[in-house]
Structure formats: structure tokens, C-alpha cells
């Protein structure tokens, strides 16, 4: 960045607001950010971070009680004239017609009729609307009507695009469409704003779109820190990186305590469907395997143990996936981890089962490392629940949970109380 143009700076800005009792509100405090040309940065913060707030101080909408922002190293005492601002709330003129709308801010600035029409058919073309000119608001969905908040901000060709939580008024498909083309748009060169500032609550959207993401603490609003999305444009939402950056991010904004930092380059592996199996039954059929010499024929074990092999799978699977067996052709193979489990004795087995569930379930590292983080070293069992959603169905979801405890409580990774519904640190004794 230090070898890129500052197009906006916030220095050490606080915003205070009167209460009507008396005394003030401070929203903002000490706040020093920079925007700079080429990149796209998100602001990502809970409610009463201040993030709007900063936004509209950032366009010159108003003042900072303390501080000061720079235009390319000019202060800033009034509207910003190099950014184009998209709201939530669409914000068209009802009475205007959809190009209308869009030559809104040309027609301000004193541009000519004819040269302002051309500018918006452009920009209209741009977010898909051809053939909508003539069309007022009310005709339109609520996605169109957001590509004119787009096309209205495109044709002032700002420095700074500002987006304020620009796709949380739209459905969720018509959402996820606007933000892939504003994302196409900026990776192939052609988009009409040199930055974009986007402010959102939405941490995947966060991910799919900025190059650096600034997270703000809240009560007053603060900056926490900030880390670079280390990922090529088109992002897939499905890829173990975004899935990382975005957990990372969770367990960051739901933790105030949380260092920010930045997510280390080794790929993350996408969490991996948990084997409903339980802890004791993977132990047992360690145990058996160790006895029969190391290794059994599948079929041939599940009719030993007068099972299905249906049944036995996920006891297999889990013991696959944990380390402690290899699967080849119908037939399983203890590993040399397995034969440490199934001889070692009661407390040792108990280490072995932890070492592998923190080595090879990335869901049970994440569960320890919040709770390291709490200072009550608990979390609600939704927290994990939000995690998992991200990458099951909500049934599914629930009885990963439940094998998650199951797995933590065996290996005195944390302990669970049912009643509270909340997973806490296990006693190190």
C-alpha cells in the first residue's frame, strides 16, 4: 500500500452525539483509516460499531467531532466531491424515470442534457437495465432498483464507490447475483471507481469481495484490525480458504477479546462430515483390530460382531478419519497411531484421542481455541451450531454437534453442560 495513491484518510477521528438528557454519546474513537487507490476494503463490524457512521464522516456527510479526514491530502470540510455513495434503501426518486434517476448526480454537477442521457444509458447497460429507461421505480423488483442506485453512483466515476449494506435489503439469489458482477466488474479492469468502501455486518460478503477487511469493536466503535483476503477473484464460497477466512472472521467478531491477525497461507481443510460414531465404539473396534493382528476383512468383522455393515461403517469411517485406520478394498488396517491407542492405558489413550481429534478434526481445534479465548471459557452452543451451518443442512448441523461432544468430552478437550447447552473448558487435572 505505501506505493499506492491515498484517496481518503481518516485520522484519529472521534464522533460524539448529544444525548437528550444531557452529556454525549461517543460513537466513534480514535479511528485512522486509509483508503487507497486499487483496492476494495470492507468494514466489518456488529451493531453500534460505528461503521455507517464512519462512512458517512469518510464522504464529508458529517463532520468529526476530533480529527480530520484528507481528500488526496487535502482536509476535508465538506461533501466529499470524489465518491458516489449506494444505500440500502435504493433512495430513487419515485417521480423519475429509471435514466432519470441515473442522471440525477450529472444533471447537479451542471453536466449537458444530451452528454448526461449518454452517460447513463452507459451505466444502465452496465448493471444490465438496457431497455429499462423509461421505466419508473414502482415497475421495478427491488434487485433493479438497486442496479439504478448502482448505475446513478457509476456515472460520477468517483474515486471511492461507498456502499452502505447494499444488498441486505434484496433476496438472497438476487444478492448473491449482484455481488458476483460488481466482483467481475472490478476484476476485469472495467469498473467506473478507482476504490470501493463497502460496509457491511455480512462477513461472507466481506470475503467475497474486499482485498483487506477492517474489523471495528464496538461501544465506541474502534479499530480492531485488519487482514488481507489472500484469495483470486471469482471467489468460490465452497473453496477450505474462503470457508477458513470466513470461521476466522466468525470467531473474531463473536469474541471481542480475539486478536484479529491475519489467517496463516497454508490452505485450511473445509470441515470434514464427522462419522456418527462414538467415541467408546471407536475404541473397541481399535482394540479388536489390535487383537486380530492388526487388520480385518470388512465383511468378515461385521459378521463377527453380528452387525450390518452399514452399521459398522461410521465406527470404521470415524477411526479413518481420526488416524487410527486405514480403509483399502474392503478391508481396514490398524495404523500405527491405532496400536498406540488400543495399548496404551486408560489416561494415555485419553492424550492419543486428543492428539489425533486436534490434529485431524479442524472443528474441534476451532471449539478449543475460542474457549482459550473466553474469559468464562464457555461458549453457547449456537455459536458452534453457526459454524456448522456453514457447511451442512440444519439437521445435519445438530448431530455433527453432537458427535463434536461426544469426541471433545472423550478426549477432555472440553466438557459440556447440557442444561446451559454450553461446551466449556475441560479441567486440565
Do not use: C
Not at 105 to 117: F, N, P
Amino acid at each position: 500500500m505505501e506505493n499506492k495513491t491515498s484517496l481518503i484518510a481518516a485520522q484519529d477521528v472521534t464522533k460524539t452525539f448529544p444525548l437528550p438528557g444531557g452529556g454525549e454519546q461517543t460513537v466513534l474513537e480514535n479511528v485512522s483509516l486509509t483508503i487507497a487507490e486499487g483496492e476494495v476494503v470492507a468494514l466489518l463490524g456488529r451493531s453500534g460499531s460505528g461503521k455507517s457512521t464512519l462512512l458517512r464522516i469518510l464522504a464529508g456527510l458529517i463532520m468529526p467531532s476530533r480529527g480530520e479526514v484528507k481528500r488526496r491530502n487535502m482536509t476535508l470540510r465538506g461533501p466529499n466531491p470524489d465518491v458516489a455513495m449506494v444505500f440500502q434503501s435504493f433512495a430513487l426518486l419515485p417521480w423519475l424515470t429509471v435514466q432519470q434517476n441515473a442522471e440525477l448526480g450529472l444533471i447537479a454537477r451542471g453536466i449537458r442534457k444530451e452528454q448526461a442521457a449518454d452517460q447513463a444509458l452507459h451505466a444502465l447497460a452496465m448493471v444490465g437495465l438496457e431497455g429499462f429507461q423509461v421505466a419508473y421505480p414502482k415497475e421495478l423488483s427491488g434487485g433493479m432498483r438497486q442496479r439504478v442506485g448502482f448505475a446513478r453512483a457509476f456515472v460520477m466515476k468517483p474515486d471511492v464507490l461507498m456502499m452502505d449494506e447494499p444488498f441486505s435489503a434484496l433476496d438472497v439469489l438476487t444478492a448473491e447475483n449482484l455481488r458476483g458482477e460488481i466482483s467481475d466488474l472490478w476484476q476485469k479492469g472495467t469498473f467506473p471507481a478507482k476504490s470501493i468502501l463497502v460496509v457491511t455486518h455480512n462477513i461472507e460478503e466481506a470475503v467475497l469481495l474486499a482485498d483487506r477487511i477492517v474489523v471495528l469493536g464496538a461501544n465506541p466503535g474502534t479499530i480492531r484490525g485488519e487482514m488481507r483476503v489472500d484469495m483470486p477473484r471469482r471467489r468460490d464460497k465452497n473453496a477450505p480458504r474462503f470457508k477458513a477466512l470466513v470461521d476466522h472472521i466468525y470467531t473474531v467478531m463473536t469474541n471481542p477479546d480475539a486478536h484479529v491477525g491475519e489467517l496463516p497461507a497454508t490452505p485450511a481443510r473445509r470441515f470434514a462430515m464427522l462419522p456418527h460414531a462414538r467415541a467408546g465404539g471407536i475404541s473397541g473396534l481399535l482394540e479388536i483390530l489390535h487383537e486380530r493382528g492388526g487388520g480385518e476383512d470388512l465383511p468378515r468383522l461385521a459378521s463377527d460382531l453380528r452387525l450390518e455393515i452399514d452399521d459398522l461403517l461410521p465406527t470404521v469411517d470415524a477411526a479413518a478419519l481420526l488416524g487410527f485406520a486405514k480403509i483399502d478394498q474392503g478391508s481396514v488396517t490398524i495404523t500405527s497411531s491405532g496400536e498406540n491407542f488400543a495399548m496404551a492405558d486408560v489416561h494415555r489413550s485419553h492424550e492419543i484421542f486428543k492428539e489425533q481429534l486436534l490434529r485431524e478434526v479442524p472443528i474441534a481445534g476451532t471449539t478449543l481455541r475460542v474457549l482459550e479465548q473466553k474469559k468464562n471459557a464457555k461458549i453457547g452452543k449456537d455459536f458452534l451450531l453457526d459454524i456448522l451451518d456453514e457447511h451442512f443442512s440444519n439437521s445435519e448441523a445438530e448431530r455433527q454437534f453432537q458427535t463434536l461432544v461426544d469426541w471433545g468430552r472423550y478426549a477432555h478437550v472440553f466438557e459440556y453442560d447440557a442444561d446451559e447447552e454450553r461446551p466449556y473448558l475441560a479441567d486440565p487435572e
